[in-house]
């Protein structure tokens, strides 16, 4: 049976990925699977030979005289060789499989991050911010137990079966097949119809698992709506009824899990009790040596700690399912944008066209750009200002190449975008936005990412025209303060202001800036814009905003509105026109 | 730190002390099922030992009595009945550990639950939204194993070793002292390398906090990565985390290898031992136990059969041991939550006069328990009826944690405040909020429709007074060209709204309640102007005839109020 799911095609091809790099590690396996076979091999050998031992010395001191010619040296030898044979190869096992198991993990954790980079960001973001990540993390951590949890406790049940049925067969066929049954039983039978009455009530588990974090954020996030509009008590209860849903699933779930210890438990002494049974007539019978009964009888028992890790494994089959699943899926993403076969070399110029630029949203109705007409000369200032949801950022995107026009080109230098290898278009664009991306590292790891080979003159000057040298100097460990992970411990002035040195070390030739001073108060904007002010200096700008101050500076303002564009021209331009953007600002 | 077992690590002995002592008084109301569990548990070991006796009374019958099946017959019933008696408590014990978890679970769960209702959204501010979701569900999720498992296993551990010395003794001494001396120098040996061990997790735990960390930081900052060209070049330090990674754990997980080894290599050096010594003693080459007859078969075999059951239960115990580091850890953060202190609100007072209200502040002072000034200092100011006031000032000033006060999510250390002339304190909060609306920074919608969301305060308002209200916040405005309108879902999975159309759903919300006291935080924070403009027009719509206070930095919202109250460092300074 367990070779039959295991060769449904299903398993195989959610499955089928991640046994593969198993085959590198090939040597540690192999060992791993010896050892464990022999620590088994101990465990079976010390029981069985201890039973016939003492039945036999029995038997011998109850006889006069037979005592004294009774060879007890090698069989003493034996079971304290077993003992220690036992826990040796135990030991050994452990530590190949969990290195082999580390090794592994670590590759699949490089494979994936391979494959997420051409996805950031245009299909990372459909997914819930926080989710996914966190769901790749457990799904690769719960990969980890494929061969140590699942593989390896079955490959040695099988082979423990064998070999332990073949060997018990030589002395009482009987016997060796109650104990192939009984093994059968407590392996391959019951655990996967458990394991299968369990699904239902699991996946039911996890949908009152979301359901009931869906009642905890929201009553976290909304507590002040819940008690103002007096529905506190009508949360509470939701989350109470979610709470109770989820106790009773996991009271099915436990019963379930009893009434398999209880039957495998008692399949294996059911097992036991037959080969007592038969081998009392065959003893009584002369067909069989009373210390071969102790034998058999003791070998078994030890014999069933091989069918002991097998529920655990169908468990785990199941939930390794979806993980690789989940992996697989996003693995299987196309990026949404990739480079060409045979990519040309990035044009020297730095002319930013867009034409005729058509933009749809995956499931939108409506574009988010309709037919773009944009030009952003070298040294050229841009300003594109538009209420939220007028396609701004979507502009932003197609100049990076991380999306790709639906219709129309982006040429850079005169070449089309998508003609180029999308890494190598970034290397012309520096970007500061209202979110600053900040790794868990020092600072001068955040800063140096933007120049590996930076001195740290050259990072103290990024500093200083960035308005943070004053602010690093004081900190007691200087650049190498440690960053906390998102933003923590930086204001989000401090942040942005940051990501200006960054783009300073950059020095690349194009600059968007998208929302920079969002929700910054008076003076920390002042600050940011001072900063910005040095990073703008020489370069082409596209300032993405839906604020209209100090754009009195910028050669062109383009009001975007539904995706197209409602007018253009400079401040005094468009301020003259008294269309849209001098209404906004006059309010 | 998201791992159970690294937070372990980092505690230090009192915190332990401390974390275990919340665990004993939480685990409280499932006594009765915990000690359930332990019985079945125990009756099992007890039916353990009785199978290892019927089963070395058989081999002897049959080895050396030479007895026929006819005459086995009732031993080999009773160990039918034995199996179903086993397969019974393994059910048992299963079932009614669970039944103590979950009751522990269920009732923590609501306990906290209530107690961050109280606290308000101030905390939620401090400390963020996710990590009190994750309190909730997570780290209630976690004491499951302590509860479920380890404890039970805990007292099985002391009590099966037990009663197997208890029935090996009368049978053979010698082979019950073998056990009973081997034991005590199992959890010395395993407490010698569990000490190394230790000293290396702590070590190992924060390089897999690290590694964790390292590895979704990156992953979320792939977009910076790629921009700076750095995302390839994060592979090889990815590669060299987890080399690092894979050696410190398995440093650690040498060491506790070895302890399990150690453990092991007691039991079977014991089941060596037993065996070798029965085996000298049945042949009559010697004769250790002294005082007891001379051993037969099925004492021979009994004690054998019973050495591995000494100690399977420390066995166990051993493999549940990180239910105990997880519930450690959940123990200390959930206490720690449960011990911030939240507003008394022991007040019956009604609201006098409910239909006109006015405010009073004198000298109010809030405090933080750890806070490094006081949020107010000596803060005072009135509202009369109808009258709209702006709080401003810097962020920080405190001007929430006034709008706090007054919807019961914080209490004044020192000072009045007083509504209708009645004290905070003496009033009936769930009265004072029946009369209040409330509009946030960003209004929290919740799973369900438009219309559900503005239903929020009344959930029997007819249709008339719903579209009303909808209308009167310019909700309509957009709902209209929505293909569902007013029951298009919304919320965190339905159909997105803008910052500024959210925030004119919390305003219907408010038109709908038609409470005579209106609070506002920030409402108009993040919007741009064409969205505040809109959400301007329905506040002034909405402030007729009301008590408003509103907290905001936007001078376009100031515009609107009566009076503007300018907070600093705790204080009030009049503005205009």
């Not at chain 1, 109650?178 to 394991?195: D, K, Q, Y």
């Not at chain 2, 805990?154 to 090996?168: D, E, F, K, S, T």
């Not at chain 2, 969205?531 to 402030?543: F, G, M, P, Q």
Request: aromatic content about 6%.
């Amino acid at each position: 049976m367990m070779l039959k799911l295991l060769a449904k095609p299903g398993l195989l091809r959610d499955l089928g990925p991640f046994l593969k790099p198993l085959g590198r590690y090939k040597l540690w396996l192999a060992a791993g699977f010896l050892l464990s076979l022999a620590t088994l091999a101990g465990s079976v050998g010390l029981l069985a030979l201890s039973g016939w031992f003492i039945t036999a010395t029995a038997i011998a001191g109850a006889a006069a005289g037979a005592a004294l010619t009774f060879d007890f040296f090698s069989p003493g030898a034996s079971i304290r060789g077993f003992a220690i044979l036992r826990t040796a190869a135990r030991y050994g096992e452990r530590v190949v499989t969990h290195e082999a198991t580390f090794r592994l993990l670590a590759d699949l954790r490089l494979w994936l991050f391979s494959k997420a980079i051409p996805l950031a960001p245009a299909r990372l973001g459909g997914f819930r911010a926080g989710d996914l990540l966190s769901r790749l993390t457990a799904d690769i951590d719960a990969l980890d137990g494929l061969y140590l949890r699942v593989l390896a406790p079955t490959g040695i049940f099988a082979v423990a079966t064998l070999i332990g049925c073949l060997l018990m067969a030589l002395v009482s066929p009987v016997i060796a097949l109650v104990a192939f049954i009984g093994l059968i039983a407590c392996g391959i039978v019951l655990p996967p119809l458990f394991a299968m009455a369990g699904r239902k009530p699991g996946e039911r588990m996890t949908r009152t698992m979301a359901s009931l974090r869906e009642s905890a954020v929201e009553g976290v996030q909304g507590v002040a709506e819940l008690a103002a509009y007096g529905a506190a008590n009508r949360q509470r209860a939701e989350l109470a009824a979610a709470s109770d849903t989820l106790a009773r699933q996991q009271q099915r779930m436990a019963h379930l899990t009893g009434l398999g210890a209880a039957l495998t438990g008692l399949a294996g002494n059911l097992a036991l009790w037959a080969a007592l049974f038969i081998g009392a007539a065959a003893v009584s019978a002369g067909t069989l040596a009373p210390a071969m009964l102790a034998l058999l009888a003791f070998g078994l028992m030890a014999l069933f700690e091989a069918a002991a890790p097998m529920p655990l494994a169908f468990q785990m089959l199941g939930k390794m399912r979806s993980a690789a699943r989940r992996l697989t899926a996003l693995a299987n993403l196309t990026p949404a944008t990739s480079a060409p076969a045979k990519p040309l070399p990035l044009p020297a110029g730095n002319r930013l066209v867009f034409s005729g630029v058509s933009f749809t949203h995956t499931g939108a109705a409506r574009p988010a750009l309709d037919s773009i007409d944009l030009v952003l000369e070298p040294g050229q200032r841009l300003a594109l200002i538009g209420p939220s949801g007028a396609g701004k950022s979507t502009l932003g995107d197609l100049a990076l190449r991380f999306r790709d026009p639906d219709a129309g080109a982006v040429t850079l230098g005169g070449t089309d975008l998508r003609q180029l290898d999308p890494d190598a278009v970034l290397t012309r664009f520096a970007v500061v936005s209202q979110r600053t991306q900040l790794f868990a590292a020092t600072l001068r790891e955040n800063l140096a990412l933007a120049r590996p080979d930076a001195s740290d003159d050259e990072l103290w000057q990024a500093l200083a025209d960035a308005q943070l040298e004053e602010w690093v100097r004081a900190l007691p460990q200087g650049l190498d303060t440690v960053l906390g992970e998102g933003e923590s411990g930086l204001s989000g002035g401090q942040a942005r202001r940051l990501a200006v040195a960054r783009a300073l070390l950059k020095n690349a030739p194009i600059l968007i800036l998208d929302e920079p001073t969002t929700g910054l108060d008076a003076d920390t904007e002042a600050r940011l814009s001072a900063a910005l002010d040095r990073l703008m200096a020489g370069r082409s700008v596209l300032h993405i905003t839906h604020q209209l101050a100090r754009l009195e500076t910028m050669d062109e303002i383009v009001v975007l509105k539904d995706g197209h564009i409602a007018e253009r021209g400079c401040h005094a331009e468009l301020m003259a026109a008294g269309g849209h953007y001098a209404r906004l600002k006059a309010a | 730190m998201n791992n159970p077992q690294a937070a372990t690590a980092a505690m230090t002995a009192a915190e332990r002390r401390h974390a275990r002592n919340w665990l004993k008084q939480t685990g409280k109301p499932a006594q009765g099922w915990s000690r359930l569990a332990i019985l079945a548990g125990f009756t099992q070991g007890l039916l353990v030992i009785a199978q290892c006796w019927l089963i070395a009374h058989l081999l002897h019958a049959i080895a050396i009595d030479h007895a026929g099946l006819p005459a086995l017959a009732r031993p080999f019933a009773l160990l039918l009945v034995i199996f179903a008696g086993r397969a019974v408590m393994a059910w048992g014990y299963e079932a009614a550990g669970m039944r103590a978890a979950l009751t522990v679970k269920t009732s923590l769960r609501d306990r906290l639950y209530g107690h961050l209702q109280a606290l308000g959204p101030g905390l939620a501010t401090r400390r963020h939204s996710g990590a009190l979701a994750t309190a909730l569900i997570e780290q209630v999720e976690a004491l499951e194993g302590y509860f479920a498992r380890y404890q039970p296993q805990a007292m099985l551990a002391g009590l099966i070793p037990l009663a197997c010395l208890v029935a090996v003794f009368p049978v053979d001494w010698v082979a019950g002292s073998i056990l009973l001396f081997c034991a005590p120098l199992v959890p010395l040996f395993m407490a010698l390398v569990g000490m190394k061990a230790a000293d290396a997790s702590q070590d190992q735990f924060r390089v897999l906090a690290r590694m964790g960390g390292y590895f979704l930081d990156r992953l979320q900052g792939l977009t910076t990565l790629r921009l700076f060209g750095r995302a390839e070049a994060e592979l090889g330090t990815i590669r060299e985390i987890s080399d690092e990674f894979r050696r410190r754990t398995m440093a650690v997980l040498r060491l506790a290898f070895l302890s399990s080894a150690v453990l092991e290599f007691f039991a079977s050096l014991s089941i060596a031992l037993v065996a070798v010594y029965v085996g000298f003693s049945l042949l009559g080459t010697i004769q250790l136990n002294i005082g007891q007859p001379r051993m037969v078969l099925s004492a021979g075999l009994f004690v054998l059969l019973l050495a591995p059951e000494f100690y399977l239960p420390l066995r166990r115990l051993a493999a549940h041991y990180h239910d105990r580091a997880a519930a450690l850890a959940a123990a200390q953060e959930l206490s720690a939550l449960l011990d911030i202190p939240a507003p008394a609100l022991t007040g019956i007072a009604p609201l006098p006069a409910p239909q006109k209200i006015s405010i009073e502040f004198s000298a109010v002072r809030v405090a933080y328990k750890g806070g490094r000034r006081p949020a107010l200092e000596g803060l005072s100011f009135t509202v009369s009826p109808g009258e709209t006031l702006a709080l401003v000032g810097a962020s920080g000033a405190g001007k929430s944690t006034a709008l706090s006060l007054l919807m019961g999510f914080a209490e004044a250390s020192s000072g009045t405040v007083t509504v209708n002339s009645v004290p905070l304190g003496e009033l009936d909060i769930a009265d004072l909020r029946r009369h209040t609306a409330w509009i946030g920074q960003r209004a929290h919608l919740f799973h369900g429709t438009i219309a559900d969301n503005i239903r929020l305060g009344r959930p029997d308002a007819d249709e008339a007074a719903l579209r009303r209200a909808a209308a009167d916040a310019h909700v309509l405005d957009f709902a209209a060209d929505l293909p569902l309108g007013l029951d298009t879902p919304v919320g965190e999975r339905g159909t997105g709204l803008s910052g500024g159309q959210i925030q004119r759903v919390a305003l219907a919300r408010a038109f709908l309640k038609n409470a005579p006291l209106l609070l506002m935080d920030e409402p108009t924070s993040g919007l741009d102007a064409d969205s505040e403009a809109l959400v301007l027009a329905a506040i002034r719509r909405l402030k007729a005839g009301r008590t408003v206070i509103i907290a905001t930095h936007s001078p376009a919202v100031m515009a609107v109020c009566d009076r503007v109250l300018e907070i600093a460092d705790g204080r009030a300074r009049e503005a205009a």
